[in-house]
């Protein structure tokens, strides 16, 4: 019972900068990107991001000049240098879809036979 309870307790320790996936905290704490895309890259205001189907110079040029700059603002590389871009597409790419296609899901994919 004890043990449980330590295990319990573990997984809701915080995780170390060193242990999170790179461009997590550009994501969530620096750049805030999740107020706009939510944590999950999936939800809120902007545009889905996950799955992310741009290639990384893609996602570079969108972010540099978005196809709707009413909706999304443009970033500089002053503003959020090519390096950091690049760990926060890394990051993107690491987010699960909630979402997945029903046929890539076995029991969704036997209910469709």
């Known amino acids: ?3 449980a309870f330590f295990l319990l307790l573990a997984g809701t320790l915080p995780i170390s900068a060193a242990d999170q996936p790179p461009g997590k905290a550009l994501y969530i704490e620096k750049y ?6 939510g944590y999950s890259g999936q939800n809120g205001p902007g545009a889905p991001l ?8 893609a996602f570079i040029a969108y972010v ?3 196809r709707q700059p009413n909706r999304m ?3 500089s590389p002053k503003v959020v240098p090519d390096s ?3 760990e926060i597409y890394t990051y993107i790419k ?12 076995p029991l ?3 209910l469709l036979k």
């Open 1 to 3: 019972m004890r043990a």
């Open 32 to 37: 805030m990107c999740y107020t706009c895309h």
């Open 50 to 57: 996950v799955p992310m189907k741009m290639s990384q110079e």
């Open 64 to 66: 540099r000049n978005p």
């Open 73 to 75: 603002p443009s970033f």
């Open 84 to 86: 950091e871009l690049g």
């Open 94 to 105: 690491s987010l699960p879809n909630s979402n997945p296609d029903p046929k890539t899901v």
């Open 108 to 110: 969704l994919k036997d």
